[in-house]
Each structure stands twice: as structure tokens, then as C-alpha cells.
């Protein structure tokens, strides 16, 4: 089973950027789509974006459409998360994940089962 190993994260002021890695002990081609999530306390998780190591443009949630970036580099099996233009409501654990293999759909967090141990995003205003 692949094992993710997230870094990144940190403190950053409302406007700024970072870039968060999650690191496949596997390829990235064995999974279908990889996962991108945050939470915030006292919320639920909520689903970021999904990127697919088999091709195919990376998919993002509404609140994040313009300002985040999801790459991948096959060679090395991480995937990195460039958030930008950060804002308060932006700071949370931010979790990557691969997707199990007989499930369908690449937003919702039941359809993942491998998850990183997530890194800390906080923001300043």
C-alpha cells in the first residue's frame, strides 16, 4: 500500500504564498487520482482539488479556482500544492491522499484511502 509523506506548511501573511510537497512511497501512476484537502477547526474537510498522474488537467473547488495550483513531478512521486494569494479562511491541515483503487470520483474524502499526515497552514491578516 503506498504511503504519503506531506511537508511543506507553515505561517505566512494574508496575501502570501507557500507550497506544500506529498511525497508517494509508490508511483503515481498506480493511482487514479490524488487528492487535496484542508480543514479547518471546527469544520469538516473539505475537498481542494484532485490531480490524475495519468494525464488530465487538475480539477479545483470554487474557493480555490485561480489562487492554488496542483502539479506533480512522475519521476520523484510528489505531488506539490502551490497556494497563493493565501487568505484567512485559507488556514487549516491540509492533507493529501490517493484515491482507492475500486472507488469512483475524485472529490469526496470517502473515496480516498491513504492519506498524509497533513501540514499546518496559518495565516496572519
Known amino acids: 500500500q503506498v504511503q504519503l509523506v506531506e511537508s511543506g506548511g507553515g505561517s505566512v501573511q494574508a496575501g502570501g504564498s507557500l507550497r506544500l510537497s506529498c511525497t508517494a512511497s509508490?508511483?503515481?501512476?498506480?493511482?487514479?487520482?490524488m487528492g487535496w484537502f484542508r480543514q479547518a477547526p471546527g469544520r469538516e474537510r473539505e475537498w481542494v482539488a484532485s490531480i490524475f498522474p495519468g494525464g488530465g488537467s487538475p480539477d479545483y473547488a470554487d474557493p480555490v479556482k485561480g489562487r492554488f495550483a496542483a502539479s506533480q513531478d512522475i519521476a520523484k512521486n510528489q505531488m506539490y500544492r502551490h497556494l497563493n494569494a493565501l487568505k484567512p479562511d485559507d488556514a487549516g491541515m491540509y492533507y493529501c491522499a490517493a484515491r482507492v483503487p475500486w472507488a469512483t470520483g475524485c472529490r469526496a474524502a470517502a473515496n480516498f484511502g491513504v492519506w498524509g499526515q497533513g501540514t499546518q497552514v496559518t495565516i496572519s491578516s
Open positions: 509508490g508511483s503515481l501512476y498506480a493511482l487514479f487520482c
